[in-house]
């Protein structure tokens, strides 16, 4: 399970201070981003089949995310370290269960979700501090519980820092990541990567896997 750290104080005050402005960039997001919308849906599926476990949004900001992956019939709950995201998410989604935490102490049992996304939330953590997020995400997993990815690619260079507009973040080798996973016991199922629309700056990566 993954430790407090200051960094997550950080961000989690970086994001409150413009919690209204974000929401407002992010709401309606996928809606034209259909790439990243297949991703979401191959989880989704994948997710239903294996049988009625529940699925955690980790990182879910205002909840815009979670309330799509319960329109494809999951049973979602989100999480975050923002209580700004999650006051949003609540008004927004009252039907939704959010609640204020970190995506390395889920409140669940062992094996109690059959599926986890990390959507864009990951890449705030520094690089040596991940192994144990992606520990915790493989505790609260069934085995053959789904886990996904969405995060900033660097494109075959080491893990890049850059200037994120809210607070700093990391660009990951769609390979390391994997490679990374496969440590804290996944198997990868699909991988999509993207290159960026006109107003975004890196190549968007996507990682599905596999509980072990």
């Known amino acids: 399970m993954a430790e407090s750290s200051p960094y997550l104080t950080a961000t989690a005050d970086a994001y409150d201070a413009v919690a209204d402005l974000y929401t407002d960039l992010v709401r309606n997001s996928l809606d034209r981003l259909p790439l990243d919308r297949a991703i979401i849906a191959a989880f989704a599926e994948l997710v239903r089949a294996a049988g009625p476990r529940p699925v955690a949004d980790a990182g879910c900001g205002p909840g815009y995310l979670t309330a799509h992956l319960r329109d494809l019939g999951l049973d979602v709950f989100g999480?975050?370290?923002?209580?700004?995201?999650?006051?949003?998410?609540?008004?927004?989604?009252?039907?939704?269960?959010?609640?204020?935490?970190?995506?390395?102490?889920?409140?669940?049992?062992?094996?109690?979700?059959?599926?986890?996304?990390?959507?864009?939330?990951?890449?705030?953590?520094?690089?040596?501090?991940?192994?144990?997020?992606?520990?915790?995400?493989?505790?609260?997993?069934?085995?053959?519980?789904?886990?996904?990815?969405?995060?900033?690619?660097?494109?075959?260079?080491?893990?890049?820092?850059?200037?994120?507009?809210?607070?700093?973040?990391?660009?990951?080798?769609?390979?390391?990541?994997?490679?990374?996973?496969?440590k804290e016991g996944f198997a990868e199922v699909a991988r999509m990567s993207r290159e960026p629309l006109t107003d975004e700056r890196f190549r968007r990566g996507h990682l599905l896997m596999r509980a072990l």
């Open 79 to 182: 999480v975050d370290l923002t209580p700004a995201f999650i006051d949003i998410a609540r008004e927004d989604h009252p039907d939704l269960r959010f609640e204020v935490g970190s995506m390395g102490a889920i409140d669940v049992a062992d094996g109690e979700l059959g599926g986890l996304i990390s959507w864009y939330s990951a890449i705030h953590i520094p690089p040596p501090e991940l192994p144990p997020y992606l520990a915790e995400f493989r505790r609260v997993l069934a085995p053959g519980g789904h886990l996904l990815l969405g995060f900033f690619e660097s494109e075959g260079d080491p893990v890049l820092p850059f200037d994120h507009k809210v607070t700093p973040a990391y660009r990951w080798p769609i390979d390391d990541l994997a490679g990374l996973a496969g």
